[in-house]
């Protein structure tokens, strides 16, 4: 296979280098995420091992990069210990598994060689609506196969929506989730952020964005809109 490892730390990488051609595999190093993500681009591998600490760009932008440019190489990452949230956040961004270091060599080979044969593959995770189709992987939405560019925060907000599909979402919990735990942000800011989202996503009929008065916003399935 041809595999591209993205790692900065010297001794790793020489190590994942030297173990990976010694099984046969054609390796190339990048030290930092901007030399990564360009060597990606630049020709195709089979697989990419992505840590997630890089100067420069750090992994998780690395693969967001790479899943907007439509680039599907499947991406085993590396997180260091206690990196939960670097785990999730990882997988959100489209890297299809992870490995905690420290590892042992012939566990990453295993993990390396099932994450190949998955071969790249179109992220399964995209959310729809009526017909809006959000697909988190490369954080791209569509209405109607029309895309709709959004702000992060919009695209966070929508993607909480949609994930909660038929559920109220009160203020506190879109406050919470996309501006971020003790963000102090005024009911009014995201009262227009949910109107920027509407005026962007949910212009035509049947609108699938509610205001839940008193409580907050709910996204429905059109059908389900006769219930109320
Ligand atoms: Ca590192």
Known sequence: MRILVVEDERRMAELL??????EGHQVSVARTGTEGLELALASP???????VMLPQMDGLTV??????KRNQTPVLMLTARDGASDIVAGLDCGADDYLTKPFAF???LARLRAVSRRGAIPRPAVLEVADVRLEPGAR????GGVEIPLTPREYS????????TGRVISRDSILESVWGHGSDVHENTIEA???????KVD?????????????GYMLREPDQVREH
């Not at 280098?17 to 010694?22: I, K, M, V």
């Not at 591998?45 to 840590?51: A, R």
């Not at 212009?203 to 409580?215: N, Q």
């Open 157 to 164: 907000l929508l993607e909480l929506l949609m994930r909660n």
């Open 106 to 108: 012939d566990i990453f």
């Open 17 to 22: 280098r030297r173990g990976l051609t010694e």
């Open 193 to 199: 952020f949910v109107r920027l989202l509407r005026l």
């Open 63 to 68: 693969t967001r990069r790479l899943r907007e």
């Open 203 to 215: 212009t035509r009929e049947p609108k699938l964005i509610h205001t839940v008065r008193g409580i």
């Open 140 to 143: 791209r939405v569509t209405r």
């Open 45 to 51: 591998f089979d697989v990419i091992v992505l840590d």
